[in-house]
Each structure stands twice: as structure tokens, then as C-alpha cells.
């Protein structure tokens, strides 16, 4: 239903910012930045329509229940560093291997600027996989067959929902597959949801600000020129570190990480 939901809403969004809904996809390739927060508005309203529909009305579920409650909006922060964390350790780990950074054009005001956009830009998609991945169906699931059925499960299908990303590789949808584990892990930690919305926005951002592909896609980032390395199965290559050996490493600490936090859990 939440697809169906994000569908509409981008059908209406198409239709008044193009005139039309075949005219979406060609305007929307070119806006750029615009389409990417278009579309990931859009799917967030429509799962978010979801979980009100399915979730509160259907299931009368609380906001406890599906770990939406506003205090825990003091676990975002806390989920942020630990998402950009891991992503810049497995940037790191890289570096012996040829990866690194060289000067390219733009200033560091330029830099600043487009990183801030960047972050704009991928704050609703991020949001929307959370909601989508582990809203309501990661709650349910945990309930009628246990917790680590329920985030594995759902982190399988985070994994199949990035099959046709640039580049994929099955090495990629197993990293994925882990992120998607650190990200239900997350969730149940204290501040639910936010928290795991923290790790995913500060994976993203932190690849995005460091000039390297975010799960195959690339960002176009000034002042810093960004050199994966070499081998690709390390590296990640030009999928990205989540293409490689260095982001599970770098998942798998923050995993540890997230573990301990969910024995603190008062969500």
C-alpha cells in the first residue's frame, strides 16, 4: 500500500510541476537534485499514509509501539555519528590500498554548500526506507516471529530493493543486506526509528561528502576528487565502499555498537 501511496503522490507532483505524467521522467532527470527530494518526499508521504492507515486506524498501533515517540528524536544524533562513523572508517580502511584524495575544482565554500544540499536531498529518501523497511512491517514481523527473524527478513528485502542500482554486485547486496541489520538493530535501540533514520542519513552523507558513490550512485561533489582503490572486492570500487571488504568490516563494528544500545532501550 505504501508504494501505491508514494505512486500517487508522484503522479500529482509530476503532473504539476511537468503538466504531465509522461513528461516526468525526462524533467525529472533534469532537476537534478529537485527530483531526488521530489521522489523521496513522495515516497515518504506515501508510507507514511501507509503505516497511518495500516498501522494506527487497522492495527491500532501507538506511537510507543511503532517507536515514533518524540523523545526518542534524541536518538537521531546519536545514530548520525554512528552512521558516519561507519562510513568513514570503511573509507579509511581503503586508503593502504590506493584509495585517498586529490584537489579538484570548486572552493571549499562551494564544497560546503553542495554538501549541505546533498544532505537535504537524501534526508527524505532516507527516511522513506526507514518507514518503509522498518516501520510497520519490521513491528509486525518482530511480534509473530521473533526480533532477529524480523530484521533480517526485513533487511533481505532492503537488500532486493537495491538489486537494480549502477553497478551492483552480489557482494553489494550482501553489504546491504548487513546495512539494513545495523539499521533494524538500530531500531530497537533507544530513540527507535530516528535513530536508525541517524545512521542512515550519516551513512549516506558522509559517503556523499567524501566524493564517493552512495550504493552505486555517484554525487557530484566540488573541491575534493575521490579515488576508490584498488581491488574493487576491498574497495568497493565504483559501486561504492558498500561494494567491499571494507564497509563489512566497518558495519560489522557499528552493528556492535547498536547492540549494546538496544540493552539500554527504554523506547
Not at 492495527?59 to 544524533?77: C, E, K
Not at 548520525?80 to 565554500?109: F, H, I, R, Y
Not at 535513530?195 to 559517503?207: D, K, P, Q, R, S
Request: glycine share 14%.
Amino acid at each position: 500500500m505504501g508504494f501505491a501511496f508514494s505512486i500517487l503522490f508522484y503522479c500529482g507532483y509530476s503532473i504539476a510541476r511537468f503538466g504531465s505524467i509522461g513528461a516526468a521522467p525526462s524533467g525529472a532527470a533534469a532537476a537534478g537534485a529537485e527530483s531526488l527530494v521530489a521522489q523521496g518526499c513522495c515516497a515518504l508521504a506515501g508510507f507514511l499514509l501507509a503505516t497511518w492507515v495500516i498501522g494506527v486506524r487497522v492495527l491500532h498501533l501507538s506511537a510507543r509501539d511503532l517507536r515514533w515517540r518524540a523523545a526518542g528524536r534524541r536518538g537521531f544524533p546519536a545514530g548520525l555519528v554512528l552512521g558516519a562513523a561507519a562510513a568513514l572508517v570503511s573509507l579509511l580502511l581503503a586508503v593502504p590500498a590506493g584509495g585517498g584524495w586529490s584537489a579538484d575544482a570548486g572552493t571549499l565554500g562551494d564544497y560546503l554548500g553542495r554538501v549541505a544540499l546533498t544532505l537535504v536531498a537524501l534526508a527524505a529518501p532516507a527516511m522513506a526506507e526507514e518507514v518503509a523497511f522498518r516501520g510497520v512491517p519490521l513491528v509486525l514481523l518482530s511480534r509473530a516471529l521473533g526480533r532477529w527473524t524480523g530484521v533480517i527478513a526485513l533487511a533481505a528485502l532492503f537488500a532486493l530493493a537495491h538489486i537494480f542500482n549502477p553497478g551492483v554486485t552480489p557482494f553489494a547486496l550482501t553489504n546491504i543486506l548487513f546495512a539494513g541489520v545495523l539499521l533494524g538493530t538500530a531500531f530497537f535501540a533507544p530513540g527507535g526509528i530516528w535513530t536508525a533514520f541517524g545512521a542512515h542519513l550519516g551513512w549516506n552523507v558522509a559517503l556523499a561528502a567524501a566524493d564517493a558513490p552512495v550504493s552505486g550512485l555517484p554525487f557530484a561533489i566540488p573541491f575534493i576528487d575521490h579515488h576508490a582503490g584498488t581491488p574493487a572486492w576491498l574497495t568497493g570500487g565504483a559501486f561504492g565502499p558498500e561494494g567491499g571488504l571494507t564497509a563489512t568490516l566497518a558495519i560489522a563494528v557499528a552493528v556492535a555498537v547498536a547492540l549494546r544500545w538496544t540493552r539500554k532501550d527504554n523506547v
